[in-house]
Antibody, heavy 126, light 111 residues
């Protein structure tokens, strides 16, 4: 059974850096084709994909947020860390991590997200 | 900002069939990338409903079905039940953005 859980601060101040950790079990990030992604959802709004790290350490970022995001993995600890710099109140959202896989392990173009963690609400306010 | 457009809401009576559209472009759905669907019940994390355009994960009722044609995809829910009241999102890959994209989301209401 695959499970994921997000952890990190619930409140950050504007301009600060957010660091979120996704701790997972039931799979290894060294297995071909596997990835872990981060997705966020502002209150009452739609889902927004942020970043994904693959089994081979390839990384992809949302173009609109690429300059602010860094995703890393620690395979031995079964953790993926997302950092987002220069936080702003518009970044207030529930942040989810999710296991990802797809039908083309070489490109990742067909990946879906399943399952998801429970999410963590991050509020940006002074 | 999303490049995948969904109707904001759809509704139907119990037992009816409803469909949710997901309209993209030549850089995502039209380029041949798969469409996946998620169900988000109130206050919970999204759950995978359909992957690879039309495949149901184990445990998902066969009342849910997906299809894709051209630059669009659809999710159909037949035999609508009260427990289907939720938000639904489509997701694909976009070559222009070199990343994954979600739809704008659709709220399904059971009358």
């Amino acid at each position: 059974q695959i499970t994921l859980k997000e952890s990190g601060p619930t409140l950050v101040k504007p301009t600060q850096t957010l660091t979120l950790t996704c701790t997972f079990s039931g799979f290894s990030l060294s297995t071909s084709g596997v990835g872990v992604g981060w997705i966020r959802q502002p209150p009452g709004k739609a889902l927004e994909w942020l970043a994904l790290i693959y089994w081979d350490d390839d990384k992809r970022y949302s173009p609109s947020l690429k300059s602010r995001l860094t995703i890393t993995k620690d395979t031995s600890k079964n953790q993926v860390v997302l950092t987002m710099t220069n936080m702003d109140p518009v970044d207030t959202a529930t942040y989810y991590c999710a296991h990802s896989q797809g039908d083309d392990i070489l490109t990742g173009y067909y990946n879906w997200f399943d399952p998801w963690g429970q999410g963590t609400l991050v509020t940006v306010s002074s | 900002q999303s490049v995948l457009t969904q109707p904001p809401s759809v509704s139907g009576a119990p037992g009816q069939r409803v469909t949710i559209s997901c309209t993209g472009s030549s850089s995502n759905i039209g380029a041949g990338y798969d469409v996946h669907w998620y169900q988000q019940l109130p206050g919970t994390a999204p759950k995978l409903l359909i992957y690879g355009n039309s495949n149901r994960p184990s445990g998902v009722p066969d009342r849910f079905s997906g299809s894709k044609s051209g630059t669009s995809a659809s999710l159909a829910i037949s035999g609508l039940q009260a427990e289907d009241e939720a938000d639904y999102y489509c997701q694909s890959y976009d070559s222009s953005l070199s990343g994954y994209v979600f739809g704008t989301g659709t709220k399904v209401t059971v009358l």
